[in-house]
């Protein structure tokens, strides 16, 4: 069942494979998940026309992705010896 209304095939059929495959899989899933062909079609439009279809496999966050994000931490410091004072002097 052909979900994608013509416009939203023409805008998939102008991504390269590696996108159109992914929409082809989207589309198999918003009609599995029963989203209406209007929805589903307006979806994949804005998608193919934004370029942000995603990456297959960029979803994962690896630790190398965070380099530079965060500003390092300080060195750690000696320690600063805490006077204690007797309860007398504190009175």
Not at 7 to 25: E, G, P
Not at 46 to 64: I, K, R
Request: with cysteine; charged share 15%; aromatic share 8%.
């Amino acid at each position: 069942m052909k979900l994608f209304n013509e416009k939203a095939q023409a805008a998939v059929s102008a991504l390269d494979s590696a996108d159109a495959a992914y929409c082809a899989k989207l589309e198999q899933r918003f009609a599995a998940l029963g989203i209406s062909s209007q929805h589903a079609s307006s979806a994949v439009c804005a998608l193919a026309e934004a370029e942000a279809v995603p990456q297959p496999g960029s979803w994962a966050a690896l630790p190398g992705l965070f380099k530079g994000l965060f500003p390092k931490k300080a060195p750690a410091t000696a320690s600063v010896p805490v006077e204690s004072y007797s309860a007398e002097a504190l009175a």
